[in-house]
């Protein structure tokens, strides 16, 4: 059974990912990509779903850390006996995707466990296990997929798991390697000095950060987070995915689970400025031509969301063998969502292109003649209903947000052609830009409620109306603008965290409800700064930071009666908000 996501840290090698626990459990492993099967399942299900445990056999405490501008984690377990450090880190050298768990005695004399429990296709399969030439570990063989364990230790089998008990004492050090590699290749040497390879990687982390120019307010809140999002980048591709997880819930015991494990487009805008304000003006390009390589095509067959690769069919399944994290269940791979018709996509890849002309972000002609078509489509069909950006699943409506993002690509494509000196059909898109916004004033604002509302015709509020002012829609003093937020502090916050919407109102056609959306919450914060209510922006602000877990990492949402992070976890949109909301502060001072 998985722990509360609050105990976990990330490690990644920008190629695949894991999540450890505080008490030195791998629960969550996928080689050698991010989308790949994992074969550490338990944070869906159980021990048997496949996991990778070190830690003393007696009661422990624990305080942990990422070493410093860098994402290797150590964690210092405390007994009676004496104390121990565990080292783990995905090694960053482009060779076989390698873990490496370094055991330090600091005091005393210490009994260890290790308990290794290999699951391959989604804890579902248990390999062919064999132990190595000269009994230096075992190697595991289950299809297509292969791994290998190099061990310092002597090791048993029980119940198809690989186990382990040993002494580590003061200024003792043992090293553990777990590598992948295709089964029908030769089993991949053991590394040589693995301490060196684990500070290399450090080095490169902080090599990598180094080229961070933000200075000043929250600044290792903002460079934690950057690192985060570094390490959710596919290297190969530059697709930044949404979460390195699939199926946490949003609500614990509930049915909302959704594999997160690629790329959004609604995430791109933020993105895109964060990395190039953060300094990472190659991540923003790599990000820019991932993105623009994935919507190739016709407008029309513009998906919401992408593989890491660019891959456009995610078909969603079910997993009926696991039991899902705290028995939330279905557990789902794929997501249904990336076919459905979300108008404000067009808007968000014209920002982006636009936000990266303006940053010296290099856009090409034929980047221009993609845009228009895209300009084009909107101008044909803004007045179509859609899923809206939260991909409801209740049918298509006229949502507020979609109409405003409509406007933003005519907006912006006309600010491009004319700034950047572009062709374009410059007065029709104007023509049509000023009647999407006299349609959005008079249709999406309600004057009983003072506030812009989810969709045409409702009374509903929802918190995708916090970015209206982040696009210029209206200027943050126009009375709409204000009343839109005092209404959303008013019925949509928890504890004064922001709620997306209200799910009771049964918007998105699910049984349940969710929690409360951070990023959403930073957005509320961006909106009081702007407003020039600074002193309640911070105080906001600090209430958000106080959820984060001890290695610095959000979860997607934040269950404020629970008083825990729920949803899939680390979340690249809410570490995106962070560094916007800080970078915002920082312009202030």
């Known amino acids: 059974m998985g722990q509360r996501l609050e105990d976990y840290a990330l490690l990644s090698d920008c190629h695949s990912s894991a999540l450890v626990g505080k008490n030195g459990s791998i629960d969550w492993l996928g080689f050698p990509c991010f989308d790949s099967a994992a074969c550490f399942a338990s944070l869906l299900g159980t021990e048997e779903n496949g996991r990778w445990l070190i830690c003393p056999q007696e009661t422990f405490n624990t305080k942990r850390k990422y070493v410093e501008d860098s994402v290797v984690l150590e964690t210092t377990f405390y007994t009676d006996q004496g104390s121990v450090k565990l080292t783990d880190c ?92 295709p089964s029908h290749k030769s089993i991949p040497p053991k590394i040589e000095n693995p ?116 891959e ?27 076919n459905q018709f979300q108008l404000d996509v067009f808007g968000e890849l014209i920002l982006t292109a636009h ?15 993609i845009e228009q078509k895209m300009v084009k489509y909107v101008c044909e069909h803004w007045q179509d209903p859609d899923e809206g950006i939260w991909e409801v699943r209740g049918g298509k409506r006229h949502f507020t947000h979609s109409k405003v993002m409509a406007w933003v690509a005519l907006e912006y494509a006309t600010k491009s052609a004319k700034n950047f000196n572009l062709p374009g059909e410059i007065e029709k898109w104007e023509k049509v830009r000023d009647e999407i916004h006299k349609d959005i004033c008079e249709k999406g604002f309600d004057q009983e409620l003072n ?66 959306f951070i990023a959403c919450s930073f957005w509320l914060v961006d909106n009081l700064r702007m407003m020039g209510r600074k002193d309640e922006a911070m105080e906001l602000y600090r209430k958000i930071q106080s959820i984060k877990n001890d290695v610095g990492l959000y979860a997607e949402e934040y269950a404020p009666e629970l008083k825990r992070m729920v949803g899939n976890f680390p979340q690249a949109f809410t570490h995106i908000a962070e560094v916007v909301s800080a970078m915002g502060f920082q312009e202030m001072e």
Request: aromatic share 10%; hydrophobic share 40%.
């Open 90 to 181: 995905m090694l960053k050298d482009d060779k076989d995707p390698t873990l490496v768990r370094i055991v330090e005695g600091l005091e005393g004399s210490v009994e260890m466990n290790m308990d290794l429990a290999i699951r391959f296709e989604y804890g579902s399969i248990v390999p062919w296990v064999r132990r190595n030439d000269g009994n230096t570990g075992i190697h595991a063989i289950a299809g297509p997929e292969a791994l290998v364990l190099y061990s310092p230790v002597k090791l048993r089998g029980k119940n198809f798991r690989t186990c382990a008990t040993f002494t580590i004492n003061a200024g003792d050090k043992k090293s553990f390697e777990l590598m992948w590699y």
């Open 355 to 369: 936000l990266g002309r303006k940053n010296g972000i290099a856009i090409s002609e034929d980047n221009w003649r």
């Open 451 to 516: 506030a812009f509302v989810q969709s045409y015709g409702s009374k509903e509020l929802d918190a995708s109306l916090l970015m209206m002012a982040h696009v210029k829609f209206l200027p943050i003093t126009d009375y709409r603008i204000i009343g839109t937020v005092e209404a959303i502090q008013k019925k949509l916050t928890r504890d004064g965290h922001v709620l997306r919407y209200l799910t009771e109102k049964k918007v998105d056609g699910l049984p349940g409800s969710e929690g409360s």
């Open 195 to 310: 301490e060196e390879h684990v500070q290399a990687t450090v080095e490169n982390w902080r090599s990598w950060l180094k080229r961070c120019h933000y200075k000043g307010f929250d600044e290792l809140s903002v460079k934690r987070s950057l690192l985060t999002l570094k390490s959710l980048t596919y290297a190969p591709t530059g697709a930044i995915i949404a979460a390195p997880t699939t199926s946490l819930p949003e609500e614990i015991g509930g049915t909302r689970n959704w594999d997160y494990r690629f790329s959004w487009i609604r995430d791109s805008s933020f993105a895109l400025y964060a990395l190039i304000k953060g300094g990472h003006e190659e991540e923003a390009l790599r990000w820019k031509e991932w993105l623009l390589r994935a919507v190739a095509g016709t407008p029309s067959q513009v998906n919401i969301m992408y593989g890491i690769r660019g």
């Open 312 to 338: 456009r069919r995610l078909t969603e399944l079910e997993l009926h063998w696991l039991p899902g994290y705290e028995n939330s269940k279905p557990v789902r791979i794929g997501n249904a969502a990336y």
